[in-house]
């Protein structure tokens, strides 16, 4: 087997884990149960997560701690949307200590609001827009799409979405061309992700893994951002911005530009290629939905929100109440966390009519599947760029539908929902 090939099916075994960990006890579809505690129990007591064995957020480090579970739409847009009452730190309890607590989700006040504003720059959307044309498309094209096309068939998964975020951002970053680090980095920051556990016992080994796989992640990438320092070179990326950026009148070291390297691929690869998996999901159920796509391409953008709704990948968040506060006549006292169901509060019907049905034109709220507020996904229109180059790319391969020899995906999960496998055939 090549070290590339090995490499694919190590990162698609440390998804499929990461999957399971967060699917839980729980049914395929969680969506019905939520619509009833939606309507019964909108502010709970408890956290649903648990219910389900899968690690809760909002009590990753399991102190004990008070946790209510919100459904609601707007319930969960007030919280998202103020930082000064509902605060993030809690968010690095699971596997914050395994990347040196250096997670921009979990800082607050004037920390987050210092760093957000010094990182944004290069993540912003005349930047994301100029890189597309450069960076993203020829990457899925050449690299992936244009690879498959004589094949007539693929595993989307394995072959497709696994690989192609990571390696959009690798470049992004500066990163030297080299799919064999693309694969490794991704795999160590899945194992990363799959460190909390719900039975205290595999977390006892799944924990050691994790801070493992994050020192290897970091240990990896020092060095590259030492070369490009080193080299002199002045280009338009990432480690070029983060080698000049300053702050408070001092410019990073090596290892510090590497605690947000690493935080970044965390970030950045899963996700998307979780969305891009649940889209690709829904839309192959939908052969209409997909036809229409073919013809319309003006119509993918709405494609990426709408099943980013139906589906998100952030299915929970996490915040912790910074003094006493009442919603929906329910006390939360200080200290207290929140479950943040992101996943009923998009399926809402106060908000959105016929919430369960997939519907492009449907008149669109502000979707919280990229959070809400300060804390709002900051690499978000790279994503949404990755996926629709990827879904426009993928839509020229002739009546591309499931292959029939394999049984329909399912996706499940209560959070990081997934699929193991998406086979596809079209036509050559
Ligand atoms: C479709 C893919 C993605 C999804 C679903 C997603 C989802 C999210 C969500 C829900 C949050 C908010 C967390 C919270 O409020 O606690 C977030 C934050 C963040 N995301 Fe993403 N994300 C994606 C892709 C990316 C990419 C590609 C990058 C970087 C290149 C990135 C970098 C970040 C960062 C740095 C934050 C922290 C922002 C802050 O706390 O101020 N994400 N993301």
Redesign the pocket.
Known sequence: MSDLHEGLETLAKDFHAVTDTYAGTAVTDPYPMFAELRATTPVMKGDILDRYRVPSQADYARQGREVHTLFRYNDVYNV?KDDENWL?YI?ADGFGASVDNML??A?DGET?HKY?AL?QPP?LMPTVRRMMDALIKPIIDNEYVNVMRPDGKADLVRDFSLPF?IRV?YA?FGFPEDNESVMKFASWALRIVAGPQYDPEVQKITMAASMEAGIQLFYHVVPIIAARRASGVQRDDLLGFMINADLDGKRFTDEEIGHFVR??LL??GE??SR?FINMMVQLLERPDVLEKLRNDRSLIGKAITET?RRD???GF?ARAAAKDIEIGGVLIKEGTSVSLS?GSANRDPEVYERPDELWLERPMRPVL???FG???????H??RV??EVALNSLLDLPNLRFDPAFPKPEIRGMNLRGVDAINVIWDI
Do not use: D, N
């Not at 300060?374 to 978000?380: F, I, N, S, T, V």
């Open positions: 998202l993030s968010m921009l989700t800082m987050h957000r990182m993540f975020p951002v992004f935080m970044l970030a950045a996700t998307t969305s980013m998100p990948t952030a968040l992101i599947s990229f959070g300060p804390h709002m996904c900051m690499g978000m790279i994503a990755e996926m």
